[in-house]
């Protein structure tokens, strides 16, 4: 299954959701239990091979009147 894939489903199920749900007395976010069940990625380093991209959405403005969106990149290679 690819990691595309795999978001698809979550979003699909709503388990990307930041707003708290009530299960059985308790508010939880969704994806805080999907976070809190993903292993730590300081472990993973180790078992990593081949090319990603790391990267973030950014949206704002210098200037009030002028608001722009662009994605910052950073290209990972590790060797296998």
């Known amino acids: 299954m690819s990691s595309s894939s795999v978001l698809k489903t979550i979003k699909m199920l709503g388990l990307d959701n930041r707003f708290p749900i009530d299960v059985k007395g308790v508010k939880v976010a969704p994806r805080d239990v999907v976070a809190a069940t993903l292993p730590d990625p300081a472990h993973l380093g180790g078992q990593m091979f081949g090319k990603t991209c790391a990267g973030t959405w950014v949206k ?9 969106s662009t994605c910052i990149r950073w290209p990972i290679t590790r060797p296998a």
């Open 60 to 68: 704002g403005s210098r200037t009030a009147n002028r608001v722009r």
